[in-house]
């Protein structure tokens, strides 16, 4: 058996004779280093036909060594060449030189002591022969460079075909399908869109789910609407997970919502059914809204009132009878520029979907959060649903308005915009009652 460190030594003709005998294919394109690779591979799967070739190899270079002339007259013949031509001297190897020397002066002193004998000679050079052959023909080859950076063992070779034989046994699992999500459509304007996270206010999150343009233009959908699906883990070079198949638009299948009517051209009517707020006989706040203030659905209304007088404990109570009065009633409770414990204490304490955009952020996001809400809400109605939106409070929502409106020119007292007023007042409006809704 051939190992890593005998290959390298021999030459690339050498090697190309061991590959025909073990049958290597393609050896007389490839390169030293992958001939020595290959005879090596071959060898692991078949190890008898490499030891036939080893010894083969073995058999033949005993033969040459034996059929040579005695090593003695060429050691003799070289020192006499060596000193007649003095530059050939310079060029030979420090190494060979002195071997040569010793062995013409032990060889001298053998002839000396044998003289008296005159058929010993013969018998101690034969002996010596293969000793001056190992010794010589290393030195005469190139020195190994490649092998000191790569020296792979024996036993990493063989098992090289065990390893690539395990790895064919696994399989990648396809996570294609496997996940659903659920998640509100906000279309960019480059045509594709995002499913944005409730649980992050509808704002970019890691947990955006990537919407193709051709299965927006498919299924017709627009901003806000409530989405459920089939999505797949991103691949190399993506950065979000993408949807794969919608199962569900608004509580509603694809070919349900492909004719729905536009929320502009809707039909709006007066209320026709009244949310009934009474729950229990503790709760007197919402018994007196049902005797003296009745909420019809499609009804707009507004509390009024002076600071620290109970608005936005009010505004929970009405939320909770909702909750617990009608419970096909979708509620949404949006938070504008509120404290971050009062937004926690609502979260906790009602059963709706809590939105919020706290005092400590940017106008723009608060504009932001607020349209997304609206534009769901405006969906969900279009697909047959009631909604509630809780707004606290529409007055920070107008100073947000009126900080990122572009100027008109036009200030009104107070300092307020306007065109400031219109986007709180489209909000306010949008609440109605829709005939066939």
Same mark, same amino acid.
């Given at each position: 058996?051939?190992?890593?460190?005998?290959?390298?030594?021999?030459?690339?003709?050498?090697?190309?004779?061991?590959?025909?005998?073990?049958?290597?294919?393609?050896?007389?394109?490839?390169?030293?280093?992958?001939?020595?690779?290959?005879?090596?591979?071959?060898?692991?799967?078949?190890?008898?036909?490499?030891?036939? %070739?080893?010894?083969? @190899?073995?058999?033949?270079? +005993? =033969?040459?060594? *034996?059929? $040579?002339?005695?090593?003695? !007259?060429?050691? &003799?013949?070289?020192?006499?060449?060596?000193?007649?031509?003095?530059?050939?001297?310079?060029?030979?190897?420090?190494?060979?030189?002195?071997?040569?020397?010793?062995?013409?002066?032990?060889?001298?002193?053998?002839?000396?002591?044998?003289?008296?004998?005159?058929?010993?000679?013969?018998?101690?050079?034969?002996?010596?022969?293969?000793?001056?052959?190992?010794? %010589?023909?290393?030195? @005469?080859?190139?020195?190994? +460079? =490649?092998?000191? *950076?790569? $020296?792979?063992?024996?036993? !990493?070779?063989? &098992?090289?075909?065990?390893?690539?034989?395990?790895?064919?046994?696994?399989?990648?699992?396809?996570?294609?399908?496997?996940?659903?999500?659920?998640?509100?459509?906000?279309?960019?304007?480059?045509?594709?869109?995002?499913?944005?996270?409730?649980?992050?206010?509808?704002?970019?999150?890691?947990?955006?789910?990537?919407?193709?343009?051709?299965?927006?233009?498919?299924?017709?959908?627009?901003?806000?609407?409530?989405?459920?699906?089939?999505?797949?883990?991103?691949?190399?070079?993506?950065?979000?997970?993408?949807?794969?198949?919608?199962?569900?638009?608004?509580?509603?299948?694809?070919?349900?919502?492909?004719?729905?009517?536009?929320?502009?051209?809707?039909?709006?009517?007066?209320?026709?059914?009244?949310?009934?707020?009474?729950?229990?006989?503790?709760?007197?706040?919402?018994?007196?809204?049902?005797?003296?203030?009745?909420?019809?659905?499609?009804?707009?209304?507004?509390?009024?009132?002076?600071?620290?007088?109970?608005?936005?404990?009010?505004?929970?109570?009405?939320?909770?009878?909702?909750?617990?009065?009608?419970?096909?009633?979708?509620?949404?409770?949006?938070?504008?520029?509120?404290?971050?414990?009062?937004?926690?204490?609502?979260?906790?304490?009602?059963?709706?979907?809590?939105?919020?955009?706290?005092?400590?952020?940017?106008?723009?996001?608060?504009?932001?959060?607020?349209?997304?809400?609206?534009?769901?809400?405006?969906?969900?109605?279009?697909?047959?649903?009631?909604?509630?939106?809780?707004?606290?409070?529409?007055?920070?929502?107008?100073?947000?308005?009126?900080?990122?409106?572009?100027?008109?020119?036009?200030?009104?007292?107070?300092?307020?915009?306007?065109?400031?007023?219109?986007?709180?007042?489209?909000?306010?409006?949008?609440?109605?009652?829709?005939?066939?809704?």
């Amino acid at each position: 058996m051939y190992n890593i460190e005998e290959l390298d030594l021999k030459l690339l003709s050498e090697l190309r004779i061991i590959a025909e005998k073990m049958n290597v294919p393609n050896y007389k394109k490839l390169q030293k280093k992958e001939l020595v690779y290959k005879i090596l591979d071959q060898q692991a799967l078949n190890p008898a036909a490499a030891a036939s %070739v080893k010894s083969e @190899a073995i058999t033949s270079a +005993t =033969y040459a060594v *034996e059929s $040579e002339e005695p090593v003695t !007259a060429e050691v &003799e013949s070289a020192s006499d060449a060596d000193a007649e031509d003095p530059a050939d001297k310079n060029n030979r190897r420090p190494r060979v030189k002195r071997m040569n020397v010793k062995e013409a002066e032990a060889a001298a002193e053998e002839q000396s002591s044998y003289e008296s004998a005159p058929a010993a000679p013969a018998y101690p050079r034969r002996e010596r022969q293969p000793f001056v052959t190992e010794e %010589v023909a290393p030195v @005469a080859r190139a020195p190994r +460079t =490649y092998s000191e *950076e790569r $020296e792979p063992s024996t036993e !990493a070779v063989s &098992e090289r075909p065990i390893r690539q034989a395990t790895v064919q046994q696994y399989s990648v699992k396809e996570f294609d399908g496997v996940i659903v999500n659920s998640g509100v459509l906000e279309i960019i304007a480059e045509g594709y869109g995002f499913l944005r996270s409730p649980d992050y206010n509808f704002m970019a999150s890691p947990d955006d789910i990537y919407v193709s343009p051709s299965q927006i233009k498919l299924f017709g959908l627009k901003t806000g609407d409530t989405i459920v699906g089939q999505i797949r883990p991103p691949k190399e070079g993506e950065k979000y997970f993408a949807l794969l198949k919608v199962e569900s638009v608004n509580g509603k299948t694809t070919e349900q919502i492909r004719d729905r009517i536009p929320f502009e051209f809707l039909t709006p009517i007066f209320p026709q059914e009244r949310l009934n707020l009474s729950t229990t006989h503790n709760q007197l706040s919402t018994r007196i809204l049902d005797l003296f203030a009745p909420i019809g659905k499609g009804q707009r209304g507004m509390i009024v009132a002076q600071p620290k007088t109970g608005k936005t404990v009010l505004l929970k109570e009405i939320a909770n009878a909702i909750a617990a009065n009608h419970p096909e009633v979708y509620l949404i409770i949006l938070l504008i520029d509120e404290r971050p414990e009062e937004v926690t204490d609502i979260a906790r304490s009602v059963r709706a979907e809590v939105i919020s955009s706290t005092f400590d952020e940017q106008a723009d996001r608060h504009v932001k959060i607020a349209s997304m809400v609206l534009e769901k809400a405006k969906r969900m109605v279009e697909c047959g649903h009631d909604v509630v939106i809780l707004l606290d409070s529409i007055t920070r929502l107008a100073r947000a308005y009126n900080t990122v409106v572009p100027s008109s020119g036009k200030i009104l007292s107070g300092g307020v915009d306007a065109n400031a007023l219109h986007k709180p007042k489209k909000f306010f409006g949008a609440a109605r009652n829709v005939e066939n809704g």
